[in-house]
């Protein structure tokens, strides 16, 4: 029973992914009213690794996942692919099975996304994603055209050589990937009350993602004690990413940097325990 449960809740590693990671939100306006990103809270050479353990009855602090988040900078533009325009950005994430999960369910997940981002206004251009599952595997691209409103997504079996699955679907703006939109969030301006909805693709799908800021509190973490938000994101039900029921709390830092911190997921099976256990920084910065 543990087991298959596991399963449902883990060998998804970007719905899980998702629902761990929201860690921020922005006022009720619209998006045509939002400032345009003027500055970014984190800078090239940031990775962020946090690790999940599962707790349930007397089995607590046992690791199931590992997360990294890297961002970079480009000289390139995307959108021509002109060495002589404005850089874009570059942001990777790793989700990869560990512990208690491989013992479990006899094999490890991994995925890999990869995302080049217009900082100004804030919104994918490009996401590459893989995920592997024990011997499966599935590669798939999705290609924003902003002035169309319209991403293209391809998936197919690297390991295979059969056809290639394409999906063309509108979207509304400012629409963000799974990896885009935790960095995008990182971006707006907090307040206790707030909340939006987000246009978020995945997997071939639009879809849109209500959160709201629901208190502001002093929590230790591997940084000290500070002073953080914590948020709710509306992930659990038939219509959205995740069709699974539960409660998500995360918890984001009241500061310049915007830091997701720390989340807590449960569900009917246990208690997801999130934190962040390594911030560093490249040469430029100290490392922390």
Do not use: C
């Amino acid at each position: 029973m543990l087991r298959r449960h596991l399963l449902q809740y883990i060998s998804r590693p970007a719905r899980v992914a998702l629902a761990i990671l929201l860690l921020a939100t922005v006022p009720k306006y619209a998006w045509a009213q939002a400032p345009a990103v003027t500055s970014l809270p984190f800078s090239p050479g940031e990775e962020l690794v946090y690790q999940a353990e599962f707790t349930r009855g007397l089995l607590r602090g046992i690791d199931v996942a590992e997360f990294r988040f890297k961002a970079d900078s480009q000289h390139q533009n995307a959108k021509s692919g002109s060495a002589g325009d404005p850089a874009t950005i570059s942001l990777m994430g790793d989700v990869i099975s560990k512990g208690l999960f491989v013992r479990v369910a006899g094999f490890h997940f991994h995925q890999h996304v990869e995302s080049i981002v217009d900082p100004n206004p804030f919104a994918a251009l490009r996401t590459s994603k893989l995920y592997e599952q024990g011997k499966r595997a599935r590669l798939s691209e999705a290609v924003f055209d902003h002035q169309a409103r319209r991403v293209t997504w391809s998936e197919r079996d690297p390991n295979q050589s059969g056809p290639t699955t394409t999906t063309t679907l509108d979207f509304s703006e400012p629409i963000q990937d799974v990896l885009t939109v935790i960095y995008f969030l990182r971006t707006q301006r907090l307040e206790v009350g707030k909340s939006l909805d987000i246009p978020i693709t995945d997997s071939g799908r639009v879809f849109r993602m209500s959160m709201a800021v629901v208190e502001r509190k002093r929590i230790d973490t591997v940084l000290g004690r500070v002073n953080a938000f914590r948020v709710e994101p509306a992930m659990f039900g038939a219509a959205n990413l995740s069709r699974s029921r539960g409660q998500l709390s995360i918890w984001i830092t009241d500061d310049d940097r915007h830091l997701p911190v720390r989340a807590q997921l449960k569900v009917d099976i246990g208690t997801f325990d999130i934190k962040l256990k390594r911030l560093s920084f490249s040469e430029t910065r100290q490392a922390r």
